[in-house]
């Protein structure tokens, strides 16, 4: 789905600069990011590690406070909201997809997804069964409903995290590395559900370190010592993109 360059954006960050302290002095980690994505997008942001990537993201999604600066997340000013008001906010209007799946171990990977509808209930308690065992249709998981996390494997964890994240049909999906522990196949099987969300309307967002996957997405944003160096749709057209299947072509067309 394309974004209407006329609304207002789904996400707005203003100047934003992120210190944590060191001993008695503080490393400055962001230093005035800035960019807006519109409804509809699918933004990869990619750069070095330790440059920032995953702070960005935790500004995004509430669980980190800006130092300086304002961030703007579905019409709410997230830099300003309590824990509490966070959580009640998050659990509605964003899922979160980590490279380690994050399912709790002792529930069936049906009960991990009910687990956050059951918090923001937003549905009738009657119907969450039945939503959480169609989003584990929708990435291929029906048969695996009642078993746990340890019984299926690390692609599995992570499809059924992405179901999760869907769970309270948020408008925003924030990924920090969603394939980073997953095998290259497996990677693209993933990545394909994530372009599927995005043409049925979600709007994604997603650190990684696969210049191979970044290629693939609707604009890439770099991240370097805590600084945007580049914003821009990805440098190869639709066609290659969509049909990519190694870094060789990338790096050809980089060259």
């Known amino acids: 789905m394309l974004s209407d360059p006329n609304s207002s954006p789904l996400v707005q960050v203003k100047e934003v600069y992120k210190q944590f302290p060191v001993g008695d002095s503080h490393v400055t980690v962001l230093k005035g990011i800035s960019f807006t994505v519109q409804s509809g997008e699918f933004v990869s942001i990619v750069g070095p590690s330790g440059n920032g990537k995953s702070t960005l993201l935790n ?28 959580a009640v906010w998050r659990g509605e209007h964003v899922g979160i997809i980590f490279q ?7 529930l069936s990977l049906l009960k991990n997804i009910i687990l956050p509808m059951d918090l923001v209930q937003k549905l009738p308690a009657k119907q969450r069964r039945v939503r959480a065992l169609e989003l584990l249709d929708s990435v291929g998981l029906a048969d695996q409903a009642h078993k746990l996390p340890s019984m299926v494997s690390g692609g599995q964890q992570q499809r059924a995290a992405i179901a999760r994240a869907l769970a309270n049909d948020p408008p925003l999906l924030v990924a920090d590395e969603p394939t980073g522990n997953l095998d290259s196949q497996t990677s693209e099987d993933v990545f394909r559900l994530f372009t599927d969300l995005v043409d049925a309307g979600k709007t994604m967002i997603m650190v990684t370190h696969s210049r191979t996957l970044a290629a693939q997405t609707r604009r890439i944003i770099e991240i370097r010592d805590g600084r945007i160096t580049s914003d821009h749709p990805p440098l190869l057209p639709a066609v290659e993109r969509a049909t990519l299947a190694g870094e060789t072509i990338l790096r050809a067309a980089e060259q």
């Open 59 to 86: 500004m995004i999604t509430g669980i980190d406070h800006p130092t300086q600066g304002a961030v703007y997340v579905t019409g709410e000013a997230v830099h300003t909201m309590s824990e509490n008001q966070l």
């Open 100 to 106: 380690f799946f994050q399912l709790l171990p002792a």
